[in-house]
T-cell receptor
Framework: DADVTQTPRNRITKTGKRIMLECSQT?????MYWYRQDPGLGLRLIYY???????NKGEISDGYSVSRQAQAKFSLSLESAIPNQTALYFC?????????????FGSGTRLTVV | GENVEQHPSTLSVQEGDSAVIKCTYS??????FPWYKQELGKRPQLIID?????GEKKDQRIAVTLNKTAKHFSLHITETQPEDSAVYFC???????????FGKGTTLSVSS
């Protein structure tokens, strides 16, 4: 299922480096989301966007920024990576209400900050 | 904002038994409650959802119940099978203008 594609799939970076995680979709969905998954903490919302000109902070936006370059592209940046940002990052998309077919998740980016 | 609590964090059952996972939410304006299943190494996928205008919904061996007054909802899996082993996440949101807030997940293990 290549409807939501995340790159890279895995990344190891050093503390203090800037890193960008990219997400693109062919679902034609308006809404896009970034979540991080940590063991025992579930999926936590970082940022979400309902259209190209709309960006909203989620539960844990500190230390992250996003860019919605086009309807199909939503990137997540870590301005200065720190070890506690080591996690599995998921991009997701949905239709206008996010309820007809649920969220479609990408395959995830496993980020390690050393 | 919304806060979703999920229990238990781990659940082990024998094949054929039933499994129940419970979630509570804090925002009384929330009206959409989906459940996602994440198999090992895979992405989360929607398995069932319920809206606040109904109290129960079934899909084969899976059912979800909602108690709006108590602000809790539950996932029921009957006749569990080894392939039901996965992490299950509940979530909640208002109809418009917000994103899903997820619980911390329940790791279900079904042994044969």
């Amino acid at each position: 299922d290549a409807d939501v594609t995340q790159t890279p799939r895995n990344r190891i970076t050093k503390t203090g480096k800037r890193i960008m995680l990219e997400c693109s979709q062919t679902k034609g969905h308006d809404r896009m989301y970034w979540y991080r998954q940590d063991p025992g903490l579930g999926l936590r919302l970082i940022y979400y966007s309902f259209d190209v000109k709309d960006i909203n902070k989620g539960e844990i936006s500190d230390g992250y920024s996003v860019s919605r370059q086009a309807q199909a592209k939503f990137s997540l940046s870590l301005e200065s990576a720190i070890p506690n940002q080591t996690a599995l990052y998921f991009c997701a998309t949905s239709d206008s209400f996010g309820e007809r077919d649920g969220y479609t998740f990408g395959s995830g980016t496993r980020l390690t900050v050393v | 904002g919304e806060n979703v609590e999920q229990h238990p964090s781990t659940l082990s059952v024998q094949e054929g038994d039933s499994a129940v996972i419970k979630c509570t939410y804090s925002d009384s304006a929330s009206n959409y409650f989906p459940w996602y299943k994440q198999e090992l190494g895979k992405r989360p996928q929607l398995i069932i959802d319920i809206r606040s205008n109904v109290g129960e919904k079934k899909d084969q061996r899976i059912a979800v119940t909602l108690n709006k007054t108590a602000k809790h909802f539950s996932l029921h899996i009957t006749e569990t099978q080894p392939e039901d082993s996965a992490v299950y996440f509940c979530a909640a949101k208002k109809q418009a203008g917000t994103a899903l807030i997820f619980g911390k997940g329940t790791t279900l293990s079904v042994s044969s």
